[in-house]
């Protein structure tokens, strides 16, 4: 079974740094792409940066301040945010699209468990 798993959220203060990693784990034959959300309790779960098709996307939120890049031969992902504000503060969700079986040529969607970011006032 494929895993997703985020780390290195935490707390700081406004105009601090926090650099967040999404590992992925399993039987992965192929990721297709691989994005960062948000979500802040009660809103709706918000795209932050997706990489992909040789482009990454920022939201216009972000940009400028955030920076996503991958680790393909360690199936990895970060997040460097820098910058950071307390409308910043969320939980952070990565996710994936990937091919995990053999037989099966199914790209599938799999999310990790999300790592706290609270940035204070």
């Known amino acids: 079974q494929v895993q997703l798993v985020e780390s290195g959220g935490g707390l700081v203060h406004t105009g601090g740094s926090l650099r967040l990693s999404c590992a992925a784990s399993?039987?992965?034959?192929?990721?297709?792409?691989m994005a960062w959300y948000r979500q802040v309790a009660g809103n709706k779960r918000e795209l932050v940066v997706i990489?992909?098709?040789?482009?990454?996307n920022y939201a216009d939120s972000v940009q400028g301040r955030f920076t996503a890049s991958r680790d393909y031969a360690k199936n990895m992902m970060y997040l460097q945010m820098n910058s950071l504000k307390s409308e910043d503060t969320a939980v952070y969700f990565c996710t994936a699209h990937i091919r995990s079986s053999a037989t099966d040529s199914a790209f599938r969607n799999y999310w990790g468990q999300g790592t706290q970011v609270t940035v204070s006032s």
């Open positions: 990489i992909g098709g040789g482009n990454t």
């Open positions: 399993g039987n992965i034959i192929e990721i297709m792409t």
